[in-house]
């Protein structure tokens, strides 16, 4: 078992024609994911790293089975992609694209919510289950199968702290880097629930940011209803207040969306907290 | 994108909201036909300028100026008044409470009223504060505002007149990409107007490219802030003196944070983002460089991108501005060797993890190698 993603999923990529949909194709594929279709309107009929590339997300899903997608088409582009997968039927949508106005996610998220699909990001590095499937850009290599369940809102961060667990023997069930915007699809206590749920799942990660408060109703979640060890890291504890740190989501506002809130928070739950971020494997073995 | 009050009020108006009559100025000698007796308001992008003295009433032209000049020059936690708006005083028979923002929780916007209007949100009570939430999907229904006028306890013809804002302002909200719309206070007059006393809007920056004409507005970034966003570079300013660049957001926050603990003080963040074009690592770097930081610690690390491009980007920046400043970098990823000896070959310190590179950067400042 693993968490949403597995070996049957058959992947669609939208905006497979783009410098980053053809790079990360060949990526997925090198890490045995299935890409079976991909779609950029106007280029139907074409092939990309020997995938047969359609108009619209229909015919692909009609053609081809894809049951899961990912998108790669540019931000003001990316609501109306999302939306043509949901509409197709399709129940995993993984968004990778960064710098989508927040206004089109409170349009996407709750819609795709009542029509049953899970959205994972946007601004997100994707989704892996190590041994079985990627739809994501993240490093094929650093990632080895195992039982460790991780939650992340950063990228490159994300990967710092797999590399270093799996270099310790700690391989992943799944990762989700559920993105760092302020409105996202799957965040971090629905994928705790995921994961609590996930019968190859026996640890968790939390890697959490400073801005909105994520994290302190995860560690309240946890509290209540996770009962497999869980250690996290918080990024920003040295941010000012008011910056948007990079991510459109990391930023205090009125006070709220604090390092020293979410470590705390965590601390009441009784999660242990990284103070470096390669200490994640430590805290693991201490679990 | 934030804006200056005048700025918000004049899209308020837009969507026919209603605010006082002003005039804005940037000197004194400019201030010519105010609205009297007015309130000179210092245009920062800070609250709290009231109680710094930043808003003050004037009652004839004369005064105007002598106060306007006061407060134009004045600093307000930091920030420099550069304009004040003299706007038409109001006859205040209450203050009430609105705003729009988006509730990362619960995916929705969270419309908030009072009949506690004109102090800090934070310390009105919870049960003097009506709050709803509003689907995007569904869109703002009339139970919402019945229920607000309520809990306002407000007669006819001013309940009408707020509904009427409430509904403009979420139309404004949605329409402009808003994250945040406040209105406090929202004034009722004696002569029964309603009116937006103050007014606060925040636009999404990645809806910029929807609302070209504010690109120019954001007066929160420093110059050099402004310089990198219009370069797509995101870069930040603090209060330290060692420049971070890293790849990514979280690490680069992580990066400035082990730098922290190991007593280093991050003085910019810069993040390189998923690049290894040459180019562009030259370009972040120039930026960097324009922050005069005492030692430049770079951590990349690039499960694809390519190490030894980013290395020779380093090298580049440095021989043609001919810096001296001293760098520590450490840089995971394809080609990593080939990346290292780059480095070593122009005199930077190479290092293998964060904690040795954070470790090696405050060593560095201190003349240590």
């Known amino acids: 078992m693993a968490v949403l993603l597995t070996k049957k999923a058959r992947v669609l990529v939208q905006g497979i024609t783009g410098h980053q949909g053809t790079f990360h194709t060949r990526a997925m594929l090198d890490f045995g994911t299935k890409v079976v279709a991909g779609v950029t309107p106007g280029k139907g009929g074409t092939k990309v790293e020997g995938v047969p590339v359609f108009d619209g997300v229909r015919e692909a899903v009609l053609r081809r089975k894809a049951n899961a997608s990912i998108i790669f088409v540019p931000a003001p582009f990316a609501k109306d992609a999302a939306i043509e997968a949901i509409e197709a039927g399709l129940k995993l949508v993984v968004v990778i694209t960064e710098r989508i106005p927040f206004h089109d996610c409170l349009d996407l998220v709750p819609y795709a919510r009542s029509k049953g699909c899970a959205i994972i990001g946007p601004n997100c590095p994707g989704i892996i289950t190590p041994g079985q499937s990627k739809m994501g850009i993240m490093p094929n290599h650093i990632f080895a199968p195992g039982d460790v369940g991780v939650i992340s809102r950063s990228g490159t961060l994300t990967y710092e702290i797999v590399n270093a667990m799996t270099q310790a023997g700690f391989g992943q069930s799944t990762c989700i880097g559920i993105g760092g915007d302020p409105v996202i699809g799957t965040n971090t206590v629905e994928a705790l629930a995921m994961f609590q749920k996930d019968r190859k799942t026996k640890r968790i990660v939390v890697v959490g940011e400073i801005g909105g408060t994520a994290e302190e109703e995860a560690a309240e979640f946890i509290k209540r209803h996770v009962t497999k060890p869980v250690v996290a890291y918080v990024a920003g504890r040295t941010a000012p207040p008011g910056k948007r740190m990079g991510h459109a989501g990391a930023i205090i506002q009125a006070g709220k969306g604090t390092a020293e809130s979410k470590v705390r928070a965590f601390a009441e739950a009784g999660v242990p907290v990284a103070d470096y971020p390669a200490d994640i494997a430590k805290l693991l073995a201490a679990t | ?369």
């Open chain 2, 1 to 369: 994108m934030k804006f200056l009050e005048y700025k918000a009020k004049e899209i308020f108006a837009r969507y026919d909201i209603p605010v006082p009559r002003g005039v804005v100025a940037s000197r004194p000698d400019n201030i010519a036909d105010p609205p009297l007796p007015c309130m000179v308001k210092a245009q920062v992008l800070v609250g709290g300028r009231g109680k710094a003295g930043g808003i003050r009433p004037a009652s004839s032209l004369d005064e105007a100026r002598v106060v306007g000049g006061e407060i134009l020059g004045m600093e307000i936690h930091g920030y420099r008044v550069r304009q004040v708006y003299l706007e038409e005083r109001l006859d205040i028979e209450k203050e009430l409470y609105l705003s729009l923002a988006i509730d990362r929780s619960a995916r929705e916007a969270l419309l908030m009223a009072s009949a506690l209007g004109g102090l800090e949100i934070e310390s009105v009570p919870r049960d003097e504060m009506y709050m709803e939430h509003v689907p995007a999907m569904i869109g703002l229904q009339p139970y919402v505002l019945r229920a607000i006028l309520r809990k306002l306890g407000l007669p006819k013809e001013i309940g009408e007149q707020v509904a009427a804002i409430v509904r403009r302002a979420y139309d404004l909200f949605r329409k402009e990409d808003a994250e945040l719309v406040e209105i406090n206070p929202l004034v009722v007059t004696r002569d029964g107007r309603v009116v937006a006393g103050d007014a606060k809007l925040i636009v999404d920056d990645n809806a910029e490219y929807r609302h070209p004409d504010y690109a120019a507005l954001d007066q929160d970034r420093t110059r050099l802030e402004e310089e990198a966003h219009d370069k797509g570079i995101t870069f930040i300013q603090l209060d330290g003196d060692i420049g971070v660049i890293a790849n990514g957001a979280g690490l680069t926050m992580a990066t400035l944070d082990v730098l922290n603990l190991k007593g280093g003080k991050g003085g910019a963040f810069l993040d390189l983002g998923g690049t290894d074009d040459p180019e562009k690592v030259k370009q972040a770097f120039e930026i960097l460089l324009k922050a005069r930081p005492s030692v430049i610690l770079l951590n990349i690390f690039g499960g694809i991108t390519k190490a030894d491009t980013v290395a020779l980007g380093v090298k580049q920046a440095l021989q043609e501005m001919g810096e001296k400043v001293p760098v520590v970098a450490r840089i995971k990823g394809v080609n990593e060797d080939a990346a290292k000896q780059i480095l070593r070959d122009i005199g930077t310190h190479p290092a293998e993890t964060i904690e040795e590179a954070a470790e090696l950067a405050v060593k560095v400042r201190a003349g240590g190698t």
